[in-house]
């Protein structure tokens, strides 16, 4: 079993900045990557970034791309995601989650999740 604790959402206006963490501990697998997805209100769950973890790998949504920024402590086993330049479009529950093998988009991929970090950007 793996254990994800997402941590730093919150309330921001917009233009702001926030800076999420997701720290696993548990059974995690020896070649994985750990990833974020949103879901707002009557919507899918959206890929945000991952990293495959072995090889340090990055990568986002087209659509975040120059305002979000996913980066790892390998240490501590934890992940980050920074997010500038806040929209109101942005506000959703924040996920991260952990699969075997190399990052992928695809939320279903994905083994282990968070119980989620709420983010809210008022306009």
């Known amino acids: 079993q793996v254990q994800l604790v997402e941590s730093g959402g919150g309330l921001v206006q917009a233009g702001g900045s926030l800076r999420l963490s997701c720290a696993a501990s548990?059974?995690?697998?020896?070649?994985?990557?750990m990833g974020w997805f949103r879901q707002a209100p009557g919507k899918e769950r959206e890929f945000v970034a991952a990293?495959?973890?072995?090889?340090?790998?990055?990568y986002r949504a087209d659509s975040m791309k120059g305002r979000f920024t996913a980066s790892r402590d390998n240490a501590k086993n934890t992940m980050f995601l920074q997010m500038n330049s806040l929209k109101p479009e942005d506000t959703a529950i924040y996920y991260c989650?952990?699969?075997?093998?190399?990052?992928?988009?695809?939320?279903?991929?994905?083994?282990?999740w968070g119980q989620g970090t709420q983010v809210t950007v008022s306009s």
């Open positions: 989650a952990v699969k075997r093998g190399i990052a992928d988009t695809s939320a279903t991929m994905y083994t282990y």
């Open positions: 990293i495959s973890w072995s090889s340090g790998a990055t």
């Open positions: 548990g059974r995690i697998f020896s070649n994985y990557a």
